[in-house]
């Protein structure tokens, strides 16, 4: 019973924090100014985390220490008491999209029992491939792209000229955007956002059917927490961009050649995801204002359960203002 009630208010309470990021970051939208949007959205999560009654360590954060004074790797966060977790955060995935004001721009925490997270160490980087329940078990990524979008839309009951891909629009995909739309599927691109890209292929009630590409491998930990439940699927490979991350990889011990599936990037169904709309999306809208009000758009997650819930809140904000330190 008391494991029970710690879940339930995880899984609710997490939510708090992203908005608190959001709201924050939302103040910096297109002001061009991408320092000023992390920072912003930084500040507000760690002071949200102080309400949680966990036991948490960053394992997937800012960075080290010495380099990022707040929610940096390692970091204990939390009320101090209850149940021990591995918190992963992205504080703001897309903080280009913010900045320049455009779609999908989020807030994101994924969270799990102490000990159940995978920690990349100093890998930045890695392959990727995700889909929802019912093509999670056809994809393969050694395989050509070609054949994956072949099993894919059968699985979907599809014709391959009717999926859509959500690609980042990085020069290292080029060849891919290319094998892509040799297959006949259809390329959707866009600047910024894998988790974002991730939880609208996972997501029924959008018209993204896949992920394909090279993305960050913290945000992969962080999406493996939203993935955990639904039956979806996320492949994994790291995949350095230079010699000096490959030789701090190898040094680390990981092996190269390895893919991971959402159960190696967290080992238990006991996790918990929440992200945040900062900037209007396909899944998540942005953060709107009226009258008094900042309007949210919500997503939260549990392992456990499979249970996703979509929130919009209406957060009034001259008594936020007078009950907390950060500026909405």
């Not at 320092?35 to 999560?45: G, K, S």
């Not at 897309?94 to 029992?113: D, E, F």
């Not at 090279?214 to 439940?229: D, S, Y």
């Amino acid at each position: 019973m008391q494991q029970h009630l710690a879940d339930k208010n995880i899984a609710l309470d997490l939510v708090r924090v992203t908005e608190a990021a959001a709201l924050a970051s939302a103040r910096y939208v297109g002001l061009g100014d991408k320092e000023l949007v992390d920072r912003a959205a930084v500040d507000a999560m760690r002071i949200a985390f102080q309400s949680l009654h966990i036991q948490g360590t960053i394992v997937i954060g800012e960075g080290e220490k010495d380099e990022a004074p707040m929610l940096y790797t390692g970091e204990k966060v939390g009320f101090g008491d209850g149940l021990e977790f591995d918190i992963a955060v992205d504080p703001i995935d897309g903080t280009s999209c913010v900045a320049g004001g455009r779609p999908n721009g989020i807030a994101a925490v994924g969270i799990s029992l102490k000990g159940t997270m995978f920690n990349p160490g100093h890998s930045y980087y890695c392959e990727k491939m995700c889909v929802g329940a019912d093509a999670a078990n056809v994809i393969d990524l050694d395989a050509p792209i070609k054949d994956n979008l072949e099993k894919v839309a059968k699985a979907l009951g599809k014709k391959v000229g009717e999926l859509n891909v959500f690609v980042l629009d990085k020069p290292r995909h080029d060849q891919l955007i290319k094998d892509i739309h040799k297959a006949g599927a259809r390329v959707m691109v866009h600047s910024d956002g894998d988790i974002a890209g991730a939880l609208m292929a996972i997501d029924p009630t959008t018209d993204i059917d896949m992920l394909v590409g090279i993305g960050g491998t913290p945000e992969a930990v962080v999406t493996a927490c939203a993935i955990k439940g639904t039956g979806g699927q996320m492949l994994t490979r790291l995949a350095p961009k230079t010699n000096e991350e490959r030789e701090a990889i190898i040094k680390d011990g990981f092996d190269l050649d390895l893919i991971r599936s959402v159960d190696d990037l967290v080992t238990t169904d006991q996790c918990f995801f929440a992200a945040t709309g900062v900037t209007p999306g396909e899944l998540l809208d942005g953060i709107h204002y009226k009258g008094g009000y900042a309007i949210t758009s919500s997503i939260s997650s549990r392992g456990r359960t499979g249970t996703r819930r979509y929130i919009q809140a209406w957060h009034d904000r001259k008594k936020l203002s007078k009950m907390s330190t950060i500026e909405y």
